[in-house]
């Protein structure tokens, strides 16, 4: 409860801004809508912001069935002042995959690992297996119970995040979806999580089996068009599930440059890790144990030479060899 009185004493009678990762995925947008609904019980009013697209059907399925306001940064920056406060969720600054907004980054509340420490006036940094798990326990410590929408939109985002609690699942989000489920829309819970496949995901998929190459137990795919953020995620997920590989690596030439998913079943692999390393000349990267994701933006890309494909394989070869 005294965190939660901190950060609405930081935020009071200031016009507040929530801002996620780009391209929000389904745990950010449950994270910030559900951060925004318990800040208004205080009095304190926000907005949730993002840059980049909603890009994911999972993620524009929980927009419309919550009626959640996201603004995008391009239809914010005309207003937003030097001095309005902006709580990150489910990101952290300079962590990759977060745009520098104007506004002033007071508080953190995150569940990934910090790769460039920075101090904020709020902070609350643990790693679970969804934000969404963090945001519920504000309410349970609080005693506020919220309310059914809310409810399902953490459920969902705590499901997907976790991959239905298969995938960096730990003893704290086991007990925040306890406490949320009693409260939930089961069957508003279970129409987020069917038909979440787009046709034209098709391709890229064909792309990912086409494009494969696996050394020793990594497999390696290249995308050699425009992916979202969210598509790569799952298509690393699904090179994953094959038996031969531990370690899937899987990456997109896109116009902002090369996006790239790194998934690890290996306990001796950090996929956050992993990318952080190999991409640490070139870009930037980072995530949890199982999961991560990283950027070479399109201005590095001369330096990765004549080949690319190639030479991005070649920085992770080089990061696991070396192990």
């Known amino acids: 409860m005294n965190k939660l009185n901190d950060l609405v004493a930081l935020c009071r009678n200031h016009p507040v801004y929530i801002q996620t990762h780009n391209f929000p995925d389904p745990d950010a947008i449950a994270s910030a809508y559900g951060l925004q609904k318990l800040l208004a019980l205080y009095g304190v009013e926000s907005r949730l912001c993002y840059d980049g697209r909603i890009d994911k059907l999972s993620a524009s399925k929980m927009l419309d069935a919550f009626q959640i306001q996201m603004s995008p940064y391009e239809k914010l920056r005309a207003d937003m002042l030097e001095t309005d406060p902006i709580i990150y969720v489910d990101t952290q600054k ?12 007071v508080a953190c509340i995150d569940h990934h690992p910090t790769f460039v420490p920075m101090t904020y006036q ?19 410590l609080s005693g506020n119970v919220p309310d059914k929408d809310t409810a399902t939109a953490l459920l969902y985002g705590l499901k997907m995040d976790t991959l239905q609690f298969t995938r960096g699942v730990t003893d704290f989000d086991i007990q925040m979806f306890a406490f949320l489920f009693p409260h939930c829309d089961q069957e508003k819970l ?4 069917r038909n979440n496949m787009e046709f034209s995901d098709l391709k890229a998929y064909g792309a990912a089996i ?9 497999g390696f795919s290249c995308i050699p068009f425009s992916c979202p953020d969210a598509l790569i995620a799952i298509l690393s997920d699904f090179i994953l599930s094959l038996i ?24 001796d692999i950090h996929a956050g890790n992993l990318l952080h390393e190999a991409l640490k000349d070139v870009g930037s990267g980072g995530g949890h144990a199982s999961m991560g994701g ?14 690319p494909k190639d030479s991005i394989r070649n920085l992770f070869l080089t990061v696991l060899g070396s192990r």
């Open 94 to 105: 300079h962590g990759g995959n977060v745009t520098d907004f104007i506004g002033d980054e």
């Open 122 to 140: 709020y902070q609350d940094i643990r790693i679970t297996g969804a934000c969404s798990s963090l945001i519920a326990e504000y309410y349970a």
């Open 190 to 193: 279970s129409d987020l999580e």
């Open 210 to 218: 086409e494009n494969i190459e696996i050394y020793d137990k990594t």
């Open 244 to 267: 031969e590989v531990e370690v899937a690596v899987v990456f997109s030439f896109r116009a902002d440059g090369v996006k790239l998913s790194v998934r690890s079943e290996d306990p």
């Open 294 to 307: 990283g950027l070479i933006n399109n201005d590095r890309l001369p330096e990765l030479g004549n080949f």
